[in-house]
């Protein structure tokens, strides 16, 4: 594993100590009802996120799943380090459903025995667009099909998610003028 992958591996990795507890002022965090993973699976876009440390300098960053069972996803994870044009940042590793959560809770794994919260708190009913966040609130990502989000509805889903206790005066937008 190159050093770039190592970094973003250890962005999901950081998650693991930082998604067990709700903070104390807030209610426990909500998920959706339910997610289908078939819909789910695919790529998503990063549009904007409260990101883990490892992940500064990431630009066009993009998360695929894959179903493998009926209990587990692969997730790949890609961004360009140093600016649209930069060298590509890989990461693969596992989301395991965690029981009893209709598919919304899940736990990622990129090194063992390490697993860090996946929970899908906001889902359009066409899956054109998701929110993900960690129960501690320290961290979330507005993922979308395509790499550019309607600005209108992008402000929306922060406000939510500042009414959710999320610290979004520290919202990073994601840079997708990437050339492939």
């Not at 002022?25 to 876009?45: C, F, H, K, M």
Request: charged residues 20%; positive net charge.
């Amino acid at each position: 594993m190159t050093l770039p992958r190592l970094f973003l591996a250890g962005a999901c990795l950081s998650l693991c100590g930082c998604g067990l507890f709700g903070g104390a002022d807030n209610p426990p965090l909500e998920v959706v009802p339910q997610v289908d993973i078939s819909r789910y699976a695919g790529t998503w876009y990063e549009v904007a996120s409260l990101p883990v440390s490892q992940q500064k300098g990431c630009n066009c960053t993009t998360a695929e799943y894959q179903r493998i069972d009926d209990e587990t996803i692969r997730v790949i994870n890609r961004c360009r380090k140093g600016g649209p044009n930069g060298t590509v940042d890989e990461a693969t590793g596992k989301a395991f459903i965690v029981p009893g959560t209709n598919n919304a809770k899940l736990r990622v794994q990129f090194f063992w025995p390490f697993r860090g919260d996946y929970w899908v708190i906001d889902l359009d009913s066409a899956y054109t667009y998701a929110v993900v966040g960690v129960p501690n609130r320290k961290y979330f990502w507005i993922l979308s099909r395509k790499p550019v989000m309607d600005e209108q509805l992008l402000t929306s889903l922060l406000g939510r998610l500042r009414e959710r206790g999320f610290d979004t005066s520290r919202a990073q937008r994601t840079v997708h003028d990437c050339t492939d």
